[in-house]
Nanobody, 124 residues
Framework: QVQLVESGGGLVQAGGSLRLSCAAS????????MGWFRQAPGKEREFVAS????????DYADSVKGRVTISRDNVKNTGYLQMNSLKPEDTAVYYC?????????????????WGQGTQVTVSS
């Protein structure tokens, strides 16, 4: 099975940018669909973005569309989430996740593998 480790979170001012990384080990990342989710205090975990195994298909939550880009480098076994024009409401713990099939990608319950999360805090 695959293990996932996120990095790249931190504190940033509103309007700033961050790039999150998700390093995979144990299995080749190209075997998996990748997703990014986030969870703010007191709220449910919500979908942010997903990318197919070959990188040709992506999906974004309306709340981040146009500001966020998901990508992957299967050679480096790493996925990325580039976040621009960050807003205070983007503050959350961000998780990467992996699953085998590309359908219902917005449902966190469909993902079998999760990282430990990385905190993103956007100050106003």
């Amino acid at each position: 099975q695959v293990q996932l480790v996120e990095s790249g979170g931190g504190l940033v001012q509103a309007g700033g940018s961050l790039r999150l990384s998700c390093a995979a080990s144990g299995r080749t990342l190209s075997d998996y669909v990748m997703g990014w989710f986030r969870q703010a205090p007191g709220k449910e975990r919500e979908f942010v973005a997903s990318i197919s195994r070959d990188g040709k298909s992506t999906d974004y939550a309306d709340s981040v569309k146009g500001r966020v880009t998901i990508s992957r480098d299967n050679v480096k076994n790493t996925g990325y989430l580039q976040m621009n024009s960050l807003k205070p409401e983007d503050t959350a713990v961000y998780y990467c996740a992996a699953r085998n099939q590309y359908y219902s990608v917005r449902d966190p319950g469909r993902y079998g593998y999760w990282g430990q999360g990385t905190q993103v805090t956007v100050s106003s």
